[in-house]
């Protein structure tokens, strides 16, 4: 099974900058994709972020221009970078991955605890 454990939520100012982390353990054959999602209180979880295995990345439309994620597959990690962060961002958001445990097996979907952002105003 593969573990996230995501980082560095926490309270931050209208038009400031946080960044989380999101570290993925466990077997681990390979990962095709790691991005962020969040959710709103009572709301159902909405994509945010995605980088794949080649290097290549996504953002959503809602924050582009602001947010961007990166990644270190040496580390099998992934960062969102959270600039000029509004009110309107504050939510729970969620790491996910997308690996297979070993060579031939089915791609299989994980996600993290989740790490809370809080915007001020």
């Known amino acids: 099974q593969v573990r996230l454990v995501e980082s560095g939520g926490g309270l931050v100012q209208a038009g400031g900058s946080l960044r989380l982390s999101c570290s993925a353990s466990g077997t681990i054959y390979i990962i095709n994709t790691m991005g962020w999602y969040r959710q709103y209180p009572g709301k159902q979880r909405e994509y945010v972020a995605s980088?794949?295995?080649?290097?290549?990345?996504d953002v959503d439309d809602s924050v582009k221009g602001r947010f961007t994620i990166s990644g270190d597959s040496a580390k099998n990690t992934v960062y969102l970078q959270m600039n000029n962060i509004k009110t309107a961002c504050t939510a729970m958001y969620f790491c996910?991955?997308?690996?297979?445990?070993?060579?031939?097996?089915?791609?299989?979907?994980?996600w993290g605890q989740g790490t809370p952002v809080t915007v001020s105003s």
């Open positions: 996910y991955a997308v690996a297979r445990f070993r060579p031939g097996s089915n791609w299989t979907y994980s």
């Open positions: 980088t794949g295995n080649g290097g290549s990345s």
